[in-house]
């Protein structure tokens, strides 16, 4: 059981990518899914969040209106679109999967209890 994501790469300012983070041996059933970054230095910060069970969505202010979290359930795939990226994006994306992450009106930003955690994809975004 675990999470691969994809799609990290270099991209400039104003350009998009879209990560993907699939499920090996997981049913997303009552999960919540959330894409998460890290930049050197800094700590993690929840940039949004899926429920599977509601189908609510929730964003982290800085990128609202620019990313896009959604599900294929087909192929058991969570994506991250993420459009007009900006050089304060570049970090190493995340996603994670816990019942307790967000639901039909809650995201617990910040939980540390996550059932399962991907490796990781790397974006960069410069000129």
């Known amino acids: 059981v675990q999470l691969v994501e994809s799609g990290g790469g270099l991209v400039q300012p104003g350009g998009s990518l879209r990560l993907s983070c699939t499920g090996v041996?997981?049913?997303?059933?009552?999960?919540?899914i959330g894409w998460f970054r890290q930049a050197p230095g800094e700590e993690r910060e929840d940039v949004a969040c899926?429920?599977?069970?509601?189908?609510?969505?929730y964003y982290e202010d800085s990128v609202r209106g620019r990313f896009t979290i959604s599900m294929d359930n087909a192929k058991n795939t969570v994506y991250l679109q993420m459009n007009n990226l900006k050089p304060a994006d570049t970090a190493v994306y995340y996603c994670?999967?816990?019942?307790?992450?967000?639901?039909?009106?809650?995201?617990?930003?910040?939980?540390?209890?996550?059932?399962?955690y991907g490796q990781g994809t790397l974006v960069t975004v410069s000129s």
């Open positions: 899926l429920s599977a069970r509601h189908g609510t969505t």
């Open positions: 994670g999967a816990d019942a307790h992450l967000c639901g039909e009106n809650y995201w617990r930003p910040n939980y540390k209890y996550l059932e399962l």
């Open positions: 041996g997981v049913n997303w059933g009552e999960l919540a």
